[in-house]
């Protein structure tokens, strides 16, 4: 990949000059609280580089899923407040994205300072099927700028041809930011020169969610642990009952495909050997230890069982890369995180090249309390990792690279 970049930028000098920086702040929140901040510390560096070298700091971002309209719900004031903490100074938040506020922040901001634009998906034409919609966007954002640049850096969303993602590109001179790079440095191990045995982990709930990730590493992985809700449309696919377990029956004749596609290939397509069979879907229901291929009509699976977990870590010992993405359980009920738990800790034990894909996952390694650094890498971009590894185009990549 041949893009300008943060160095080059920061060479030809920023000092007040302004910069657009697209950042991925999306994080989890609790009402007003932010339950993990790992994608806003994932920011940071990019944004201290430029306030340090003195330019004029102009963020963007998206929160949730609103529908293209102001909503209290999801507004980045949490995000802006954390980032204040975060840098030592304070990041004012602008309350609107292109309007009078903006506009007055922008317009009085000093060399090194840093203002956060309200959730670009308040307006609708960040998000609009419609090119001309987003380029006006594009262009609008590009004009609280004079003279600005462009640096991507919501790795999270360069999968999303979106205004501030891939139009604004167009706009002003484009370069990819510290997080971009290293993110796609970090999956560029996973598919050249991969160190074997390579081993991929997939969990979460819908098999339908990684239909073409699947498919694609079938090609490239020599094992393939399968957890997490969609490993029951697997294990009903190999003639099992599960019970009343989260299924997709309309995938059952894909996942049949995965099966014999995988023997055809020599993958070793590993299935959970028993799981924790719940009454119902609660943190404290009542729940047995029962082998996968017995689940009861009456319960659900929503953690692997212990058999399990000892089978994963053992098939994860010898590995030299191995990518993980998505939970093995609801790890969000304590109960039901064993499964997950033990996925991770089997990683942090592991000598591989380790990757955890963003999402649930790195959600789990801090809701769990294990440590950051014992992955080689933590993605912020769960979507874009698994469409890079599926082999798509990241259109948020293409566009820096259509600058140069």
């Known amino acids: 990949m041949t893009v300008k970049n943060l160095d080059d930028l920061l060479g030809e000098g ?39 070298a003195g330019a004029k700091v102009v963020v963007t971002a998206h929160l949730g899923r609103p529908k293209g309209e102001p909503d209290a719900k999801y507004t980045l004031a949490p995000v802006a407040q954390r980032l ?49 919609d987003r380029s006006e966007l594009a262009a609008e954002l590009g004009a609280l700028v004079p003279g600005g640049a462009f640096v991507s850096d919501g790795f999270g969303v360069v999968h999303r041809k979106q205004a501030s993602v891939y139009e604004v590109a167009s706009v002003l001179p ?12 970090v999956l560029k191990k996973l598919t050249d020169d991969v160190q074997r045995p390579y081993v991929v982990v997939l969990g979460g709930a819908k098999v339908s969610d990684k239909l073409g990730v699947i498919a694609n590493l079938l090609t490239k992985v020599d094992r393939l ?12 696919a190999q003639g099992h009952e599960v019970g009343q377990s989260l299924l997709q029956a309309d995938q059952l004749d894909q996942v049949k495909g995965f099966l014999a596609e995988a023997e055809k290939r020599g993958v070793e397509l590993v299935l959970p050997v028993d799981v924790l069979a719940a009454t119902e879907f609660s943190a404290d ?47 969000e009920f304590e109960a039901f995180s064993g499964g997950t738990r033990a996925v991770a800790e089997a990683l942090v034990k592991s000598d591989a090249f380790t990757v955890v894909g963003g999402g649930d ?30 082999g798509k185009e990241l259109p948020g990549v ?3 690279e259509e600058k140069n």
Do not use: C
């Not at 609107?96 to 307006?123: H, Y």
């Open 361 to 390: 996952s790195a959600a789990a390694v801090r809701q769990l309390g294990l440590p950051e650094d014992g992955f080689s890498h933590i993605s912020t971009g769960g979507g874009a990792s698994l469409e890079y590894l599926e």
């Open 398 to 400: 293409v566009a820096l």
């Open 84 to 132: 204040s903490e975060l840098l030592g100074a304070e990041v004012a938040l602008a309350g609107d994205l292109v309007g009078e506020s903006a506009k007055a922040l922008t317009g009085g901001l000093a060399d090194g300072g840093v203002v956060l634009l309200e959730n670009v998906r308040f307006d609708a034409r960040e998000t609009s099927k419609d090119a001309v």
């Open 285 to 331: 229901a009542e729940h047995e230890v029962v082998a996968a291929t017995a689940i009861p009509a009456d319960r659900q699976g929503l953690d692997i069982g212990p058999a399990s977990r000892e089978l994963f870590a053992g098939k994860l010992a010898d590995a030299k890369t191995v990518f993980w993405n998505g939970p093995m359980g609801v790890f």
């Open 14 to 52: 920023v000092q007040g000059r302004y910069v657009l920086v697209r950042s991925d702040l999306n994080v989890p929140l609790d009402g007003s609280r932010i339950t993990d901040d790992g994608r806003v510390r994932a920011a940071l560096p990019t944004i201290e580089k430029l306030a340090d």
């Open 225 to 236: 642990l399968i957890g997490g809700g969609m490993a029951y449309t697997f294990l009903k």
């Open 174 to 185: 484009a370069y990819a930011g510290g997080l971009v790079l290293a993110e796609l440095d």
